[in-house]
């Protein structure tokens, strides 16, 4: 008699399908009772929590590749992913917790060899605009953000972030008051700008004069010391990237960039002023500088290597003493050249920039 | 989910800072008032300009994890926001402090067993909670274990927890080696086997040990030789007759060397130890009732080091008493707040490794220790496996 009530254990698809319904329960307007729908969603989270323990094992077990596998494709098979997203906000933080993590962890299973969340995303690319938009619900910003980070490790859900009118937004959800949140989004723009390297030479070719016009403004020159030292650190990763040697060329060749450099050179903050160098290098190393370049540097030139003088970094490295003296040896050099060249030219010689 | 909304503001003008309760590294913590709600908060205000790239990042995942916690014996962050430099975190202030401070205020010699018995049970049910969900807290100790004056329990400090479940993947360990040297499990220390949520539970055993005695064990000596000691001697007891069997078992289970022998914090927390916890007012009765509000705790706390410093000196004490107050006294001084950087620690390894002539050396002190037949060299390639084997081979020309 005793076999007869015990219940089979169920299957990870079994555990799919009734999150599924469960979550389809949740997302409609609360007609039942009380009682009965805190019942309903008390099961959904220990169904979502389920999951979980099976995509990443516990302290007791590993996972198993077979049972990731099954509720992968169960989990694809319908729309069970969209129904999660949306559901969130009516989730206990626990629950959302667990479900972020499911979420992150199923973007990496594979299926008979393929990346099935790969194929799902891009059948399904507006998700990503309700995980954007996430950044301006402070409660939702830390569960979407974490999920959106792991979905833009496909690169067609990347192309379609950085190329959707989403990528405005990021230069105010990086200024958000609430660091955590303000953080999340500089790890996710970070993430878009340097993950798929053709994708991103391409985004940046496309749409260099916005794209950079915010970034100075906006970034560079932010009020918040946070804001300026993650985007000079971010920019030099950018431009240092072989992929994107296009964009930089043409990047050091301004000299309203320059000058933005220049003043990030001398902040009083070290990082800054270190991290400053590295992109600051560029425009000194560029061996086809534009007049205005060279002028800017040679009105500075004293400056410039008075400051270079005692510029060090708190541990030795070696790497940045030798880009150091590459860039004073460089401007040194500069005045000599610069006046035989006006001299050949016979052209006036101008220099706004007064550092 | 009204527990877990955002209900202190990320304003800098809506917080008042009032005075200092803690210092340490590049962080400072202040009591301050939140003037919306007229309530009394701490402020952790943390210089970022001191932090180089890698640790941002990691104090982007500490705040994160911070404010998504919703534990009572965890220390949540209501808020974080940056202000010139710094990062503000506001937390709940707990007015007794940490059981470091409490301990150094009133009990050197360690606290009474029942009161150990609640706060390592309200300690252990945070650990059990961040474990469930992936993370190690990583820097288990008295110091981070946080008193309010209604006897509640928090763990802070999540500056250097990692999370096993980080970006989807579960990771079968961590190897990044961080904590506190006195407090760190073996395999933390031998970076290459990596390690994982029972690294804490180790951690957990020594805090045991040190609220049992007023300090850790091996305090007394410099982190590298604690590094060595831990990995190379037989785990620390708890031997002395005053507390119960029960209790001694229980920290002879979190102090196992092997992780896979030592409990989950889950399993742990059913030991027989823990079924006799009494509530706080039972509990701490005393602890609590020693504490005076208004005064700043550092300021106490360094006065009465420098007395206790001044006491033992002008006495002579028999070679066990000696070795105690020895060790509270470098205890004293501050281990908890090492900050702690293994490459340091490792080049420092490899010159002393190759400083022949140096009678002070690590060698000739690790050989009086550990007379079990091991070479010096096979010990430290257990330790220092790229380092000490590119020395061993040169060592061979």
């Known amino acids: 008699m005793k076999g007869l009530f015990k219940s089979k254990p169920r299957t990870p698809v079994d555990i799919v399908r009734q999150t599924r319904d469960l ?3 949740a997302g409609r307007s609360s007609d039942s009772r009380e009682a009965k729908r805190e019942e309903k969603m008390a099961e959904l989270f220990k169904n979502i929590r389920e999951l979980k323990c099976i995509l990443y094992g516990n302290s007791e077990s590993e996972p198993v590749s077979e049972a990731c596998a099954q509720l992968t494709h169960e989990f694809f098979r ?46 399904n690319l507006d998700l990503m605009d ?42 105010d959800y990086i200024q958000l008051p609430n660091f955590d949140i303000a953080a999340d989004a500089a790890a996710t723009f970070k993430e878009l700008l340097t993950r798929h390297k053709s994708t991103v030479a391409e985004f940046l070719s496309k749409n260099y004069d916005w794209f950079f016009a915010e970034y100075n403004s906006k970034l560079l020159e932010s009020t918040n010391y946070i804001t300026r030292r993650q985007a000079v650190k971010l920019l030099g990763d950018i431009l240092l990237d072989r992929s994107n040697s296009a964009v930089m060329t043409r990047y050091v060749s301004s000299r309203d960039n320059l000058r933005i450099l220049m003043n990030l050179l001398r902040e009083s903050s070290k990082s800054i002023q270190i991290e400053a160098f590295h992109v600051f290098k560029l425009f ?60 050949a030219k016979q052209g006036p010689f101008e220099h706004h920039v007064e550092w | 989910m009204a527990d877990v909304q955002r209900i202190y503001s990320a304003n800098r003008f809506d917080y008042v800072l009032l005075d200092e309760i803690g210092n340490g590294g590049s962080a400072t913590v202040y009591r301050a008032f939140y003037l919306p709600l007229n309530a009394v ?36 962050a209501y808020s974080s926001f940056v202000v010139d430099r710094n990062l503000w975190v506001v937390m709940p202030f707990m007015s007794v402090g940490s059981c470091l401070h409490a301990m150094k205020k009133a009990h050197p010699n360690g606290l009474e067993e029942i009161e150990i018995c609640f706060i390592l049970k309200e300690t252990l049910k945070a650990l059990d909670y961040l474990h469930r969900q992936g993370h190690i807290h990583r820097d288990v100790k008295a110091g981070n274990i946080l008193v309010d004056s209604n006897g509640a329990v928090k763990l802070s400090d999540f500056g250097v927890s990692a999370c096993m479940f980080d970006s989807g993947d579960r990771q079968r360990c961590r190897n990044t080696f961080t904590g506190t040297p006195c407090w760190m499990a073996p395999e ?39 590094l060595l000691m831990t990995v190379q001697n037989a785990p620390p007891r708890l031997g002395d007759k005053k507390f ?28 027989s130890f823990f079924k006799h916890a009494k509530p706080p007012e039972l509990s701490l009765k005393k602890l609590l009732a020693d504490f005076r509000p208004p005064l700043n705790p550092v300021k106490v706390l360094q006065i009465q080091n420098s007395e206790s410093a001044q006491q033992l000196s002008s006495k002579n004490m028999a070679s066990a008493a000696e070795y105690e107050a020895r060790s509270m006294r470098e205890y004293q001084k501050g281990i908890s707040a090492w900050t702690f950087d293994i490459q340091e620690l490792k080049a420092q390894a490899s010159t002393l490794l190759l400083d022949d002539d140096n009678d002070e050396t690590l060698e000739s002190r690790l050989v009086d220790n550990y007379r079990d037949g091991l070479t010096v060299m096979g010990q430290c390639n257990q330790l220092f496996p790229l380092k000490c084997q590119t020395l061993t081979k040169s060592a061979q020309f």
């Open chain 1, 23 to 25: 979550l389809i329960y």
């Open chain 1, 78 to 123: 319908e729309n069970t992913l969209r129904l999660l997203i949306t559901c969130l906000p009516k989730l206990n933080l626990e629950a959302r917790k667990d479900a972020t993590q499911v979420v992150a962890n199923l973007q990496r299973q594979q299926v008979n060899s393929r990346l099935i969340a790969s194929d799902y995303l891009e059948a």
């Open chain 1, 130 to 171: 309700i995980l954007i938009a996430g950044y301006e619900n402070t409660d939702m910003a830390l569960h979407y953000g974490a999920m959106l980070r792991e979905c833009i490790r496909h690169q067609t859900v990347a192309r379609y972030v950085l190329e959707s009118q989403h990528m405005k937004k990021f230069f």
């Open chain 1, 284 to 343: 000194a190393a560029n061996q086809n500088k534009p007049a205005d370049i060279v002028s800017i540097l040679v009105a500075n030139k004293s400056k410039l290597l008075r400051l270079f003088a005692d510029f060090k970094t708190d541990k030795e490295d070696e790497q940045f003493e030798a880009d150091k003296a590459q860039v004073v040896k460089e401007i040194a050099s500069l005045e000599l050249r610069d006046r035989l060249e006006r001299n």
């Open chain 2, 41 to 76: 908060v701490a402020v952790k205000c943390l210089d970022l300009d001191r932090c180089n790239n890698g640790s941002l990042e990691n104090i982007r995942l500490e705040t994160q994890t911070m404010s998504c916690v919703d534990h009572p014996n965890l220390v949540r």
């Open chain 2, 188 to 226: 933390v220390m031998q970076a290459e086997t990596g390690y994982d949520s029972k690294a804490d539970i180790w951690s957990f055993g020594i805090t045991a040990l040190e609220l049992a005695h007023g300090h850790p064990p091996l305090s007394e000596y410099p982190p590298l030789k604690v």
């Open chain 2, 244 to 271: 119960s069997k029960s209790f001694k078992d229980m920290v002879a289970m979190c102090l196992v060397k092997d992780p896979k022998k030592r409990p989950t914090a889950g399993k742990l927390l059913k030991h």
